[in-house]
């Protein structure tokens, strides 16, 4: 317990093996007994065990302010951003909150293995203490249109708005849906940076480029912004809403397939 109040105290909700035993020696313990000392403190309820070599104080610890997940997200891998889902309700993009806690990263970047199981990190996400974060990974160049924010007293890495509408017209269903997505670029309406989203656009893949350049245009962005969109070669109609039927009328300009139901 010297231990659990040294750590605290200085500030560790979510901590590694390594930084507690920074505070070994002072809360009397020897570095070999350390671990088991964890091990302890993890049944008795005080700690929760992430990840191997990862601990969260409990919420059973009296008068500490628990970690938030966004903080537990910061520190399951060395780099993430808050996104898709999670993003879109924190920027106030949409009323439904996710029942995962969305993280973007890259291919290259180690995230927490499900034990014994491969298999199932891509479509379920993983269990962390009470929560479940599903990672979406990128490649390094596609890790961009990021910004800082405060949760609590920490700094937490978040995909801004138009990155997080753009990852919502490439991947919908982590978003909610597709036709969420249509209604967060409403909300955003005249606070959209239009020249911010086009150009990060233009560092993603021509579908989505396409997507935007249609839902721009029937925003009312006038034709002369939507240029560098419209330049962008493709080859074939994509759907709109690319998890939905391959159905619906086809619009020339954009070479999108209008696929929303109804049309």
């Known amino acids: 317990m010297k231990l659990l109040r040294a750590l605290i105290s200085d500030g560790n909700r979510v901590f590694t093996v390594d930084r507690a035993r920074d ?21 008795a309820g005080w700690l929760v065990r992430l990840r191997k070599g990862l601990y969260a104080v409990s919420t059973t610890v009296p008068g500490v302010i628990t970690a938030h997940e966004f903080e537990v997200a910061m520190a399951l891998t060395p780099l993430a951003a808050i996104s ?16 995962k806690v ?12 499900v034990r014994g199981r491969k298999q199932a990190r891509h479509h379920k996400g993983i269990s962390v203490g009470t929560s479940v974060y599903q ?37 919908p269903q982590y978003c909610g849906d597709f036709a969420e997505v249509l209604h967060a670029f409403q909300v955003q309406g005249t606070h959209l940076d239009v020249k911010r989203i086009i150009d990060y656009a ?15 245009e029937h925003a009312g962005v006038t034709s ?9 070669t493709i080859k074939g109609y994509r759907k ?24």
Not at 224 to 232: D, E, I, S
């Open 23 to 43: 505070f070994a020696t002072s809360a009397g313990l020897s570095p070999g007994y350390l671990r088991q000392a964890l091990h302890h403190l993890t049944n």
């Open 84 to 99: 898709h889902w999670s993003a879109l309700h924190y920027h106030g993009l949409t009323d439904q909150a996710p029942r």
């Open 102 to 113: 969305f993280i973007l990263t890259t291919t290259d970047a180690k995230i927490p293995q």
């Open 135 to 171: 990672f979406v990974r990128v490649k390094p160049d596609r890790f961009f249109g990021t910004q800082k924010i405060w949760i609590n007293d920490v700094r937490i890495t978040i995909t801004d708005p138009e990155r997080t509408l753009l990852d919502g017209l490439m991947i």
């Open 202 to 216: 233009l560092r993603l893949d021509a579908a989505t480029v396409k997507r935007l350049g249609w839902v721009l």
């Open 224 to 232: 002369g912004r939507l240029k560098p969109l419209m330049a962008v």
């Open 240 to 263: 709109l809403d690319p998890t939905g039927p391959r159905k619906g009328p086809c619009d020339h300009r954009w070479m999108i397939q209008n696929n929303l139901p109804g049309r």
